[in-house]
């Protein structure tokens, strides 16, 4: 008896926010591997922010989503067939399987997890490529010095809480941006953070001036719009800020770019974007020293996991656009 394979696909390109009318549920039989390749069940599904960009059409850093195609999406899984030589039955294993139950794979862009270092969705987090996305934008983009400040927006996030936390750990002053009071109490309580600014409640740029008196030397933006550009009115002389995403503008119909640009010119500062892709001969050195530091405790990963299934993935994607997820989101969809 064949083991069906429930799939969501793109049905239609959204203009703003996704609808359930641009997604397509399938089911079909799983397909068995080859020669050379292995079946993986997938278990845990990655949440970003990213997987909007991926469904517009145009040139990107990586190619778009094509309608009917399955949605693009990184995950934990185990091998429950194999005929490859590298991957055996009950290997647990993450890559890019997309939004689907089943997954046939060459080895290609995969690699081995151990689920005895850490819970399995922590390697979709900060042992995966959030917490790589975090690493490699803020050490090898922003360079950050002992003693200088460093922001970050979309601080309760999956990259963000990593950001300041290892800005933290390089022994920089760390001010995140969150958005509403419980974020900016687990900001500073649980991930360490100097101090936290509620862009619901408080006016960004007169909040800056109070917790950044002497300027910002590195500002890593996971959002953009309005935020982005109360940040550009502190830069410090020679600031770096990193371009990590713009969660604000992502749904939107009229994209807002930044109108304090200027800045970068006045204070010799510069803006540069992280695409995580760039550094993958790296990976392992980013991982390696994320476990060491999560092992001394001193890096903490915390994860929201939505358990259910395939189908509840237009959902679950939703609840980042809501702000209504702390640290990494994930949809676990099998035990």
């Known amino acids: 008896m064949s083991t ?14 996704p609808r359930p009318t641009d997604w397509e549920h399938v089911e079909e039989p799983a397909a068995q591997p080859g020669d050379g390749e292995f ?8 949440i970003d922010p ?7 059409a145009g040139r990107s850093y990586i190619r778009p989503v094509e309608i009917g195609e399955v ?21 647990h294993v993450s890559g890019t399987f997309g939004v689907q139950e089943y997954c046939v794979s060459d080895g290609r862009g ?8 850490a819970p399995l969705p922590t390697f ?33 996030g999956a990259v963000g809480s990593v ?31 100097d101090a936290a600014i509620d862009y619901q409640s408080e006016d960004v740029r007169k909040a800056l001036r109070e917790h950044a008196p002497d300027g910002v030397d590195v500002y890593f933006d996971n959002v953009g719009g309005d935020v982005l550009d109360a940040v550009l009115l502190r830069l410090a002389r020679g600031a770096r800020v990193v371009v990590c995403g713009a969660i604000s503008q992502y749904n939107s119909t009229k994209p807002q770019g930044p109108a304090n640009y200027l800045s970068l010119l006045v204070n010799r500062a510069s803006m540069t974007g992280i695409v995580v892709f760039d550094y993958a001969d790296r990976y392992a050195e980013g991982i390696a020293q994320m476990a060491t530091w999560r092992a001394e ?4 990963s915390l994860e929201d996991v939505v358990s259910g299934s395939v189908a509840e993935f237009p959902d679950t994607l939703m609840r980042l656009f809501r702000g209504d997820n702390h640290g990494k989101l994930v949809l676990k969809i099998a035990d």
């Not at 990213?50 to 517009?56: E, K, Q, S, V």
């Not at 005929?83 to 009950?90: D, K, N, T």
């Open 4 to 17: 069906i394979n429930r799939q969501i696909r793109l049905a239609a390109r959204p203009v703003g926010e």
């Open 39 to 46: 079946l993986v069940q997938v278990l845990c599904l990655s």
């Open 50 to 56: 990213a997987m909007r960009g991926w469904m517009n």
């Open 71 to 91: 949605m693009r999406a990184g995950a934990v899984g185990r091998v429950v067939a194999s005929r490859h030589s590298g991957f055996a039955v009950g290997d």
């Open 110 to 117: 995969v690699t081995k997890v151990d689920p005895a270092v």
């Open 124 to 156: 979709l987090g900060t042992l995966g490529m959030s917490g790589l996305t975090a690493y490699f934008g803020l050490i090898e983009v922003g360079r950050p010095e002992p003693g200088q400040t460093v922001v970050v927006s979309g601080a309760a």
């Open 163 to 193: 950001v300041g936390q290892i800005a933290k750990i390089l022994g920089c002053r760390v001010i995140g941006i969150a958005g509403g009071e419980a974020k900016c109490r687990l900001v500073v309580d649980e991930f360490g953070f």
């Open 297 to 300: 405790g001193r890096l903490k």
